[in-house]
């Protein structure tokens, strides 16, 4: 018996995404601005090769300005250093992403922190990280990475206020454990950042009312782990194995498992996926608007 609701992502990112289209059409109208976002891929990994096409083709489809550049594996750092800064001078280029992983020679901490940190809507750069840790409330919020921004929204349109909730964030990289604790302690959550080095993961899950799962481990997170009532956010994308030599994906999550403890839970796919490439373009919109001086609209409030 399932008894969860199951958390449309997919709707929730069209209706941001349709916002955004709405302030591009606004902004060209009113001010001649057309954003526009780089996105920079080096090499052929395919999962990040059909993450880049969708990206292009919903920028294109808000309305925005997309510039693709696909660079050999080969490139090396000091040429992806050099196309960073053309796009740092660029005044049609209000967003910079740099595709992560890089290859291994290269330094992808290196990259990052030379995008123009006003640019960097991936979130990623030190100084928006610094920013992110030490915002105070009511000031104006840096760019936030893409896919803890996408979790905390559709958190807030779930659950409302977050404030006393007990959230537990599996999993600790600077893509999305990391701010996506530092979100949820923004909303004054009682924060765990759990680990593969973290003991009795199983009790530690238990105690979240609010358990995001951001491990990249397929269904490790198993029913029985789930406190009844918890809202479960799943952000893992895994492709495995299923019957007939095909492949599927799945999240960090036993959903079906967790289906029948938690209120609620976010699908995979068509959960969390979304929201990301969502953000991403609130966020570009939102650098241009900043670049510009004018006020952004509220994109990240909605549900609050
Ligand atoms: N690789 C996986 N997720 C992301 C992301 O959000 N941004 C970038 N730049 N690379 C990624």
């Known amino acids: 018996m399932s008894k969860a609701k199951i958390i449309d992502g997919k ?16 902004l060209g109208r009113d001010h001649g601005l057309t954003p526009g976002l780089a996105v920079v891929l080096v090499g052929k990994n ?12 919903q920028t294109l489809e808000a309305g925005m300005n997309s510039f693709e550049h696909n660079l050999p594996v080969e490139t090396s750092q000091d040429a992806l250093l050099a196309l960073v800064r053309q ?3 660029d005044p049609k280029v209000h967003g910079i992403l740099v595709q992560l992983p890089l290859p291994d020679r290269i330094d992808d901490q290196a ?3 030379a995008i123009d940190p006003d640019k960097d809507v991936d979130g990623f750069h030190v100084i928006n990280a610094g920013r992110l840790m030490t915002v105070a409330k009511g000031s104006q919020p840096p760019l ?18 977050l404030s006393g909730q007990r959230a537990v964030v599996v999993g600790r990289s600077n893509i999305v454990g990391k701010p996506m604790a530092q979100l949820l302690l923004q909303e004054s959550c009682t924060v765990t950042i759990a680990h593969s ?6 009790a ?17 997170i198993e029913g029985d782990w789930i406190k009844p009532g918890a809202v479960v956010i799943d952000v893992g994308i895994n492709r495995i194995e299923a019957e007939g030599g095909k492949t599927k994906l799945v999240g960090d999550v036993d959903t079906e498992a967790a289906k029948r403890v938690a209120a609620a839970i976010t ?24 670049q510009h001086g004018i006020e952004p609209p509220g994109f990240y409030t909605k549900g609050r």
Not at 11 to 26: I, K, P, S, Y
Not at 197 to 202: C, Q
Not at 284 to 289: G, I, S
């Open 111 to 113: 990259v990052i922190n």
């Open 11 to 26: 709707a929730f990112a069209a209706e941001l995404r349709g916002r955004v289209g709405d302030t591009v059409a606004a």
């Open 46 to 57: 395919p999962a990040s090769h059909i993450y880049v096409r969708n990206k292009n083709k």
């Open 197 to 202: 080095r973290t003991r009795d993961l199983p």
């Open 267 to 290: 699908p995979v796919p068509g959960g969390v996926g979304p929201m990301t490439i969502a953000c991403l373009l609130a966020n570009t919109a939102t650098a241009a608007c900043r």
């Open 87 to 89: 796009l740092n001078d």
């Open 204 to 220: 530690v899950c238990r105690e979240a009312d609010i358990l995001v799962a951001a491990v990249g481990r397929p269904k490790m």
């Open 144 to 161: 936030v990475p893409c896919t803890p921004l996408g979790c905390l929204m559709l958190l807030k349109a779930e659950i409302g206020d």
